[in-house]
C-alpha cells in the first residue's frame, strides 16, 4: 500500500462503509475535485466514490453538501412514487457521526457516494440514440425537481452563469494582466469583443424576469449522465452546481459538449464543428421531456443557448488563462487557452448552422405538442 492508499484508507475510516478498505484507484474526470474509486473488503458491495472537494472554489461545503442532500433526498422520494422512470439517484455516504462531509487535519474536505456499477459516461457522444437518451435524462431530471422550492438551496457559486459578471471579470483580469499572457490573445479579445452585445440577450430576458427561474443543474457536461450496458440513461451525476437557474442552462452547456466533432481541448481546431445529427436527437429527447412546462421564451432561446454556454465557458477558460489557472486543473500552460479556442471555433461553427438550429428546435416542439 503506497502512501496516498494509506492516507485514503485513513480518510476512508471516517465513513460509515460495509466492509474494510480494500484498495483505491484514482479517477479524474472533471477539472474541479478529485475523485477515487474505493473497493472494500464486502464481495457483493459495488464500493464507493470518493472526492476531495475543492474548497477554494467551494467556499461553503456544509452548504454544497446540504444542497445534495436535499437533491438527492427529493429525487429518491420522486423515484420511489415513479418506478416506471427505471432511474437512479447518487447516494451520499455519511461519515461515523453523521455529517455529510469529512474534513481532515490539513484542513481537506472529502466525501463519499455509493459507487454505481456497471455504468459508463460519453467524453464524446458516439451515435443519435445516445444522444436522445441523454437529452431525455436531463429533461427528467429537471422534471422531477419541478416541485422542490427554490429556496430549499442556496446559491452555492453566486452569479455562476451571470454573463455580465463574466465579462467584468475578463476585463479586469485583462487589465491585471498578472502573469503576461494578454499578449498571446488578441484574436480571442477580439471575439469576445464582437459578440457581447449579443451575448447580453439572455441575461437581459433573465432580468426583465422573462425566463421561469428553475432548479437546474448547471453542469450539464454530457459525460455526467451515466449509461446502462443497453444504453439507457440511468443517472444524472455532479450535483454540485444544482440550485435556481434558466432551463437554458442546461440545454446549452448538453450541446456544447455533446454535440461537438472533437474533445473540448482538442489542438487541431480543424476537427471542431457542430454534428447536427446529434445535437437534433439529443433537442428531441430534451424536448419530449420538458414541453409540457417550457414557456414560449425558452423555445425561442434554446437554440442561441448552445452558443451563449460555449461563450461564457469559453470565456470563464480564457480568463483563467490569463490569471494563470488558478481555478480549471490544467495539464500543461496552455491548456485552458487550448480549451477556450475549441469554445470559439465551435460557436463559429453554430453561427454559420444558426437558422438550422432554430428549425431543428421548431420542428421538435411540432413533433411532441399534441
Ligand atoms: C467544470 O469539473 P467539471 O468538469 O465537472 C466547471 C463547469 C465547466 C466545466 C468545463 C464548478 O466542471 O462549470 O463547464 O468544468 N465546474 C465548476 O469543462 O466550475
Ligand atoms: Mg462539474
Redesign the pocket.
Known sequence: MNKMERNIKEIISHFSIEGEFLDSEKNNT????DSYLIKTTSADHPGYFLQWINNY?FKDVNGLMNNIGTVTGHLAEKLAENPELDFKVLEIIPCTDGRKYYLDEQGQYWRLYRYIDHMHGYDFVENTNIAYEGGKAFGIFMSLLADLPADRLMEI?PDFHNMEKRLDTFEKSLKADHVDRVKVIPDEIEFIRRRTGQMLNIPALIKAGSLPKRITHN?T?FNNILFDAGEHAMCIV?L??VMPGSILFDFG?AIRTGANTAL?DEKDLSKVDINLPIYEAYTAGFIKSTLHTLTEVEIDNLAFSARFMTFI?GLRFLTDFIDGDPY?RTSYPEHNLDRAKVQFRLIEAMEREAEKMQAIVKQSVEKYRD
Open positions: 472533471g477539472h474541479i475535485n472554489i457559486i453542469d457536461k455532479d454540485d452546481t452547456d473540448e465557458i480549471f
